[in-house]
């Protein structure tokens, strides 16, 4: 076995695979093959002319800069700038470079409009720093009754990074992340990312998840790892996501620890490479299917340790239905899954 450092990690290489060497991190294996080819919507400026050769690196940076939204005929959106954030790349010899990395926050939200405006001026504070080259944040409102979407829409109004998706109907928490995680791919997202918009999950840590990004494809805020911790829950709510994780991980065969953690960074690749309109968790199992896919097509997921805290403000939207959902669906995503062919990693 030996041990080598990778940016801000070390790993340890063995027959078995990858398995950490430090607390700051948890990283599981897979093989490195190129990213399978993509049908692409190009830049105006790239001219087919330029893009002819066999550079399947050039196409595979291009996909990060497509040109348009894509929006659902049930679902509006509102954003402060018409002007489009998608990669910019530069051609020069037969390769590809790209220019800008923009990273999307996905903050899906139901009655959170005691939280909505402190959340999202903390995460755009944080992401400014983090991503200097551009970020945005992207409000998915199923149609709240509390007012959160418009205060939303204001927001969109003030700050230049921030964009809502109005949902007209509440289908949960995995249909909003899927609709979030569809527009912000198409407008060249490298890198999406969810969150709570409670404070549950601390804004702070955004930038230690894009850090961690660079050498991992997806990364996992996660409560149950070295240095990881769950403050101010009673023991009933700690039993249920302890013991959910737990659970999860025995059916499923996966080493992750904190497989019901919602505080994920991917790299546009893993969402692109997982099958996205075939996910069926709505609730809670949600992360589970995210997750547990990403492994089995061979991308490589860090747990990052992060200290999650219970609301102050608002009402938790977990219900025994969700975790019921989640306990009943784990073991259909083992017995049930659909075989890859080929692995991914990330370029």
């Excluded at 002319?49 to 894509?70: E, I, N, P």
């Excluded at 769950?230 to 249920?240: C, K, L, N, S």
Aim: glycine share 8%; charged share 20%; net charge positive.
């Amino acid at each position: 076995m030996s041990t080598r450092p990778v940016g801000n990690f070390a790993r340890s290489f063995s027959t078995a695979g990858i398995v950490p060497v430090s607390s700051s991190a948890w990283i599981f294996s897979s093989s490195v093959l190129p990213i399978p080819g993509t049908s692409v919507t190009r830049p105006s400026r790239v001219s087919a002319a330029m893009l002819t050769g066999d550079s399947r690196t050039a196409l595979a940076a291009v996909r990060y800069a497509t040109t348009r939204w894509t929006i659902a005929p049930s679902s509006s959106y509102r954003s402060a700038s018409s002007s489009n954030s998608a990669a910019m790349v530069a051609l020069g010899g037969s390769g590809i470079r790209l220019l800008m990395a923009v990273p999307w926050l996905i903050l899906p939200t139901f009655n959170e409009a005691e939280n909505i405006e402190a959340i999202v001026r903390a995460a755009d504070a944080v992401l400014a720093g983090a991503s200097p080259e551009g970020h945005r944040i992207l409000v998915v409102d199923d149609s709240s009754p509390d007012g959160t979407g418009a205060l939303a829409d204001l927001l969109a109004e003030e700050l230049a990074a921030v964009t809502v998706l109005h949902r007209t109907e509440r289908e949960g928490l995995g249909p909003a992340y899927l609709a979030g995680f569809a527009h912000a791919l198409a407008a060249g997202a490298t890198h999406v990312i969810e969150m709570d918009s409670d404070f549950s999950h601390d804004p702070n840590d955004l930038a230690r998840l894009l850090a961690a990004a660079e050498d991992a494809d997806l990364v996992l805020g996660s409560r149950y790892v070295a240095g990881g911790a769950v403050v101010d829950w009673g023991p009933v709510r700690r039993f249920i996501s302890r013991g959910g994780s737990w659970y999860s991980r025995i059916v499923l065969g996966l080493q992750v620890r904190d497989l019901t953690g919602g505080f994920k960074c991917f790299r546009r690749e893993v969402l692109e490479g997982i099958d996205l309109p075939t996910i069926r968790a709505r609730g809670y199992a949600f992360q589970v299917e995210l997750t547990n896919r990403a492994v089995h097509a061979g991308f490589r997921v860090v747990e990052l340790p992060i200290v999650f805290r219970d609301r102050q403000l608002g009402t938790s939207k977990m219900t025994p239905r969700i975790a019921v959902e989640a306990a009943l669906l784990v073991p259909q995503l083992r017995f049930g899954r659909r075989r890859t062919s080929g692995q991914h990693a990330r370029r």
